[in-house]
């Protein structure tokens, strides 16, 4: 589907999703989904953006109330209520993200004492680190289409706050939790996550760079940003998950705006996320079976990739506009390009999911509805959500 053509059936995913899911009408128990609700927002900002229908702008502001007022409270099935960060109804309503944001499982998470069961961890709740930086990402995206800088306040506020949860020493050297508690209390699964060091040391960058001027003062990020950047030191970022690579190259996108700013000055960390990103899409197109019948694919792993695809595009055309910007210009031109040679997967993928057929399959309708519609809307127009526009 052509982009100019894409309006309307990104229009239509994102009102059935509010209305399934109980944004619009509002329900007093919504389905709330911290993943999904972070891409959810950009894209009603991309739908304000190119139809100027202020609706998609209340849709977009009151889904940000709805997941502090729902992911940042206790669960109604918990013997604890109110704000997960503790603090009183009126300073949590102030400061919603101060606790961090749950998950949005439907399992309750595991209590304290009770055995560590591996596929039983994936159902229950708790706070994960990538779902958190999603969201920073998309408050910060709110910030800059209304040009108030409270929601880049909070998501500051978030930062700090898990920050200091999840990041903890191991063997002499800093890591980032996969898996918190609730309340921040205590890890549900200790171990690292891949890309988490690299999510959040340039989503921190981003919040610090590009919240609006303004407002009441707000939380600095220069000892977190430090030591993530620590953690990333000497790492490898290549992955053989088709979701993993998508969102690096997404997360270089962003680095390479902030190189273009003047806000950052990482370019041989550019250099080897792109290098990265490359050995991991290669190894997708190896193993990727266009025919596979769509019970045996994850649309929202592989939408991921088309829409990192597309983040690799507006890299390659900021880097045209900008080449004074970039040291190492010709190298990382040489890495996109073998990269874009693998554009035209966006757009099978995209064509794929949006076959009927395919979106009547147990992978997309009774597993994955949300996460699945939503992040194809993100394909389709994905440029709030890749921070490339203005509104």
């Known amino acids: 589907m052509k982009k100019d053509k894409a309006l309307p059936a990104v229009k239509k995913i994102m009102l059935d999703f509010a209305r399934r899911t109980g944004l619009s009408p509002a329900a007093a128990q919504p389905r709330r989904y911290l993943w999904t609700d972070a891409f959810a927002v950009c894209n009603f900002l991309e739908l304000y953006r190119q139809s100027g229908d202020d609706r998609f702008l209340t849709l977009a502001l009151a889904l940000v109330e709805q997941v502090h007022g729902s992911l940042g409270r206790h669960r109604p099935d918990d013997a604890r209520n109110g704000w997960i960060s503790g603090l009183s109804e009126g300073e949590g309503r102030a400061h919603p993200t101060a606790g961090g944001l749950r998950i949005g499982k439907q399992m309750n998470e595991r209590g304290p004492g009770e055995p560590a069961d ?42 700090k706050a898990v920050h200091a949860a999840f990041v903890a020493d191991a063997g002499g050297r800093r890591h980032i939790r996969w898996k918190m508690s609730i309340d921040l209390s205590r890890p549900l699964v200790p171990s690292m996550g891949h890309h988490d060091p690299l999510d959040g040391f340039i989503t921190l960058q981003q919040l610090m760079s590009c919240g609006p001027p303004g407002g009441a003062p707000q939380p600095d990020l220069v000892r ?20 993993g690579t998508g969102c690096l190259l997404c997360s270089a996108l962003q680095a390479a705006r902030l190189i273009a700013a003047g806000c950052f000055a990482r370019h041989e960390l550019l250099q080897a996320m792109l290098e990265d990103a490359l050995a991991g899409l290669r190894s997708f197109a190896a193993t990727h079976d266009p025919a596979l019948p769509a019970d045996f694919r994850l649309a929202f792993r592989e939408l991921g990739l088309a829409i990192g695809l597309q983040a690799a595009e507006r890299l390659r055309k900021l880097l045209t506009e900008k080449p004074a910007c970039f040291d190492n210009r010709d190298q990382l031109a040489a890495v996109l390009a073998q990269l874009l040679r ?24 009774r597993e994955h509805l949300d996460i699945n519609a939503v992040m194809l809307a993100t394909s389709l127009a994905p440029d709030a959500f890749l921070q490339t526009c203005q509104p």
């Not at 977190?224 to 979701?243: K, Q, V």
């Not at 554009?343 to 995209?350: G, M, P, V, Y």
């Open 118 to 159: 591996a596929e039983l961890e994936w159902e229950q709740d708790g706070q994960y680190y990538h779902y958190l930086t999603k969201w920073m990402h998309a408050l910060n995206q709110v910030s800059t289409f209304t040009a108030d800088p409270l929601y880049n306040g909070w998501a500051k506020e978030l930062a």
């Open 342 to 365: 693998h554009s035209s997967l966006a757009r099978a993928i995209e064509q794929f999911w949006l076959a009927g057929a395919n979106q009547q399959s147990r992978t997309w309708r």
């Open 224 to 243: 977190e940003t430090g030591e993530l950047e620590e953690i990333c030191r000497g790492r490898s970022w290549a992955t053989n998950d088709a979701l």
